[in-house]
């Protein structure tokens, strides 16, 4: 019987939804599944993990601090395969744009009709500030496209609207991780500084040495404080971006090293913020998070407010600062309009309407097939590489050998493609932070 078929005989009449999050990085891990959390009430979630350069490994999946009831690295097709395979109510995709675009491509070749098939929810694991029609796009034709504020919701639907495509999917919620005690010392000196970094901006070895020299410099001219720099991954890691200038190499190089009152750290962000008097960073989605609870936020414009930064989405927060106006004592307050309307405070229960929608998408029982805006049609020179790249043919299906049976291997054959698996990703990681930043240092001489 088809694929189709079968899934059109399933019923949602089990009390428990089984729920599975696909994700790409250890950021995008911890979106999926605390938005799970948020919109499901499943006592179970299955977690796995695309195959890829930024495949999170077991300490990054630690320090997010969600688990999975069952855990597993997959490549896209074997992923299909175990949509096929299961009965999963509700999917959600942690993932880039266009792996997004993949599956949802290879969800209407599984089922090309109307089907019981899962309810697939996508979105943004933070500050949208880039690519925004390109990512949009890609993630059409997922069932529920979720905005992390009313702010998103508005120009998410703008750009769907705009190109003709339906906006029935967009749904504004909040970034999941928008928890934690609210700050308790408001109004009292700052103690405990943490500078949040980011992998990828800024992206200069001169920029991410002159913060971190700020940083170092804030620690001395306030013994009475304590500076933390909050890493996101250990040299060879790899988090949702590329990190080719890791600051813990930086901070080897600094004349003297750093002060007795900074240091590196590690951990869950959530955690850390709850020490945190003063959070300081370039653009990162911590400074929702620090918002959020209360906490005094500085974004910094010490490299300019531009786009290639993500702080120009900062713009109108009452947050914008410099290093030099922190060492003055300045303490920055979110503005209240602007933070509701990024979906930083506001309502209690901001995944209420998303939980709605999804109520009335399973009570269906039967749902539409995928229809994502690119087709053959829409897009014919862009569309069949982004399937290429998840070894996906144009129609969504698999391309041959695509698809692995593990049970089919050896012992002895799935260890030894594991163990290349891990020496491929060493050698491209090292690629990246150690031999191109030196070719690049070769060609400015």
Known sequence: MPASNRAATRTHTRTALRV????DSDTRWKWGALTARRLTSAPHLTGYLLRGRATPTARQLGEVGVRAD?????TCAQFLAELERERYDVVVLALVGGAVQAVLHGVRALWPEPAARPVLVTGYVGVVYEKLADG??????????????RH?????????????????AVTETALPFLDGAAHERAGSPAHTVVFAVQPSVPESRADRAYLLERAARHARLHPEREVLIKLRSRPGEHTTHLEEQPYQRLAERIPGGLPANCRLVYGNMGEVLDGTDLLVTVSSTAALESLH???????????GIREALGNHHFL????????????????????????????????????????????????LGVLPAVAPYYTQVTAPGYLPGILA?????????????????????SRLRRWLRSHLREAARGAYR????????????????
């Open 20 to 23: 599975a999050v696909l994700a």
């Open 293 to 303: 609870r209360g906490i005094p936020t500085a974004v910094l414009t010490d490299l």
């Open 316 to 363: 109108g927060s009452g947050c914008l600062a410099s290093w030099d106006q922190l060492d003055a004592g300045l303490l920055p307050q979110g503005d209240p309009d602007w933070l509701a309307g990024q979906g930083v405070s506001g309502a209690d229960d901001s995944f209420a309407a998303a939980r709605a929608r999804l109520g009335e998408l399973l009570g």
């Open 430 to 445: 090292h690629g990246v932070q150690r031999v191109a930043p030196m070719i690049r240092r070769m060609g400015e001489l």
């Open 389 to 409: 790249r998840h070894h996906l043919a144009p129609d969504g299906t698999p391309l041959p050998g695509a698809v692995r049976e593990s049970g089919a291997e």
């Open 136 to 149: 949009l796009l890609l993630r059409h034709g997922a069932d529920l496209v979720l905005a992390n504020s």
């Open 152 to 168: 998103d919701a508005g120009r998410f639907r703008a750009v769907y609207e705009g190109v003709g495509a339906d906006t029935g």
């Open 70 to 74: 069952r855990l597993s690295e997959v």
